[in-house]
């Protein structure tokens, strides 16, 4: 994961929380020394740890990480993460952007690890999107893979997703596959919302086809039709209550926004020891 992780980044992310400098860190002696430990509040999944080190190698290069939980180990409630030493100015400094990713990214990954469970031994694969937090996109998608699911495009750049827009603005379906098959020589994918899109859509063969809202037992209707000719993918109003029989139906794929749009940051905090 360090092809992700890029110093200007880092340093976006620390210039954000310190700004001209940290005040607060003045009246503490750059000679004071400090031990700390990485503690979760909650179950959760590891993610994050490259970006947790960058910040705080940046800050300052002698400070010492020891790893309890590995990346994308479950940790247990109020277990410790992970232990630190050197300067307290430079753990200090550093504690909240640290832990604002490591926790972000957590979160994804203990999502993603749960609807990764729910599809288990299904054959069907659950793919994010790109509802990702602005700034955050290669990171998110890394720790959905860290949690056990897939990553759909990673853009605009690396794949076609035809969508209603697009299918309007062309004229059909079938002209909108065609003139992407023209210019481009990636992945086309085109969203279809009924039956009759459907249809459309499977005598033009793209690579893949999203089944768009569609109900459970046109989801299965669209698997028979379909004959595993083109693969499916499912999308909207998908859930950890209804995913599993969603699975079941023999798409290929599902996709999830909610696994870097829907998240709540892992509840973490870092305690911090001088050394005598």
Known sequence: ????????????????????????ATIISDTIRAEAEVITRQNMVLCGQAWFEAIFRYLDNIIQISWIVAEGETANKDSIICTLKGPAKSLLTGERTALNLLQTLSSTATIARQFADAVAGTGCKVLDTRKTIPGLRNAQKYAVTCGGCYNHRMGLYDGVLIKENHIMAAGSIRKAIESARRKTSVPVEVEVENMKGLLEAISAKPDRIMLDNFSLQNIRAAVALNEKNIELEASGNINLDNIRAIAETGVDYISIGALTKHIKAVDLSMRINLVK
């Open 1 to 24: 994961m360090s092809d992700l992780l890029k110093i200007t980044e880092i340093k976006t992310f620390l210039e954000e929380d310190i700004g001209e400098g940290d005040l607060s």
